[in-house]
């Protein structure tokens, strides 16, 4: 029998919306000083960005790739190394799992998660949503919240709105997000409307509770809602309009990364991410490859995050600038040289492709480790030469190589 526990709580120009706001709703920004986008440069061309967003826990330069610490830890990795290493200015952790194994309770008590883990810089943590709406024989849908049965033990629980403020304030995350249904795919249009409906109202419960009850927390602590619609392009400018009147510090793009071709999901975000306010950060939700990267930068997005170059990197799977290498491949067996001759990372600089393939094929620890290094280095690279480039006038040209290496490895 199960317990329950139930919380209440192309080109792409910049476009800038009006947006009207109430004078009250302007003041929420006025008492949130740690939190601000500072937004440095825009390419003409493309709409990619660069700026700086100021947190409590640091400056994070963008366009950024945040690595993946579902439970508080990035597998594989120590946060010195992700710290000195990948230098990862924000890392995401997931609320759902930290909900159920240790419990926000538990990690409030111990201070949040930045001494829990010893994690110094900036920590964004997702509603959880994502993770309920996997379990789709699980769980249930109400206009209250969700209820679902948790997958390490059937024991029932319910998030709603309110409650995923309450779990990520405890946790002591910098950003937080809203409880969104995450609309599967493919989706009928009446199933994508009413899925983005119910988290557009699920989102306006989550800032009255987080402005009203909690608001004395709110200036250590950012809430994102999420765009939502499917694959409907009216959709998702409906969304998007309707979350503006919140007038949130950032806004996350979501529901993609969920089967669709990419080029719907480029598509999507074609039509959302220039009506979002141009003071605003811009975060897509779970992506992706890292050819993909500049794709979303130059549609106009600042933060991005992916388990892809963890996890591919523990099955072996490592991006290089000589494209993906899978090191089991016996070719490597006596390949003296570096993994990336291009990469300065500590596995790079340090240990041969033939080395790498031995602790993987005797399943060491060691190469999730030195793997997990090099990969997420790969993708915060990446992120520097773009942000790089948009600084200095020259990312088209920058998109343009990364097309050309990504149709030569195809």
Not at 208 to 213: A, I, S, V
Not at 274 to 292: A, C, D, F, I, Q
Not at 315 to 334: D, P, Q, Y
Not at 373 to 390: F, K, P
């Amino acid at each position: 029998m199960g317990v329950q526990m139930t919380l209440d709580g192309s080109v792409h120009q910049e476009v800038q919306r009006n947006v009207r706001v109430s004078k009250a709703s302007e003041s929420y920004h006025e008492s949130l000083e740690p939190f601000h986008f500072e937004l440095e440069a825009v390419c003409p061309d493309t709409g990619a960005r660069a700026g700086k967003l100021h947190t409590p826990h640091g400056i994070v330069p963008t366009p950024i790739f945040m690595p993946v610490g579902t439970q508080a830890t990035v597998k594989g990795m120590m946060p010195r190394d992700l710290e000195e290493e990948v230098d990862a200015p924000i890392i995401l952790s997931n609320t759902y799992h930290l909900f159920l194994r240790p419990g926000h309770k538990t990690v409030e008590a111990l201070g949040g998660l930045h001494p829990f883990m010893n994690w110094p810089r900036a920590i964004l943590t997702d509603s959880g949503g994502f993770q309920v709406f996997s379990l789709s024989e699980l769980r249930k849908v109400r206009e209250d919240g969700v209820e679902f049965r948790s997958h390490l033990n059937g024991d029932r629980h319910v998030f709603t709105p309110e409650g995923t403020v309450d779990v990520q304030l405890a946790l002591g995350s910098d950003i937080m997000m809203v409880l969104d249904e995450c609309t599967e795919y493919p989706a009928s249009y009446e199933r994508a409307r009413s899925s983005m409906e119910l988290t557009t109202r699920w989102a306006r419960r989550a800032f009255d509770h987080y402005r009203g009850p909690r608001a004395d927390l709110e200036s250590a602590h950012a809430l994102f809602p999420i765009v939502q619609g499917g694959m409907h392009g009216d959709l998702r400018v409906a969304s998007a309009e309707s979350l503006m009147e919140l007038n949130a510090y950032g806004y996350a793009i979501g529901g993609l990364s969920v089967g669709e071709p990419r080029p719907e999901s480029l598509a999507m975000v074609e039509v959302v991410a220039p009506m979002l306010p141009s003071n605003k950060p811009r975060y897509v939700m779970g992506v992706g490859l890292p050819e993909e990267l500049p794709e979303y930068v130059a549609r106009g997005v600042d933060m991005m995050d992916c388990v892809m170059p963890s996890r591919n990197a523990r099955n072996g799977c490592l991006f290089t600038s000589e494209g993906r290498i899978v090191i089991k491949n016996a070719k490597h067996k006596e390949d003296g040289g570096p993994l990336d001759p291009k990469c300065s990372c500590y596995t790079c600089r340090n240990f041969s492709r033939a080395y790498l393939r031995h602790l993987f094929l005797a399943q060491e620890i060691l190469f999730s480790t030195l793997g997990t290094i090099h990969n997420l280095r790969y993708y915060l690279d990446i992120m520097r030469r773009m942000r790089g480039s948009i600084l200095d006038g020259t990312f088209p040209q920058f998109l343009a190589g990364m097309r050309l290496g990504a149709n030569r490895e195809a």
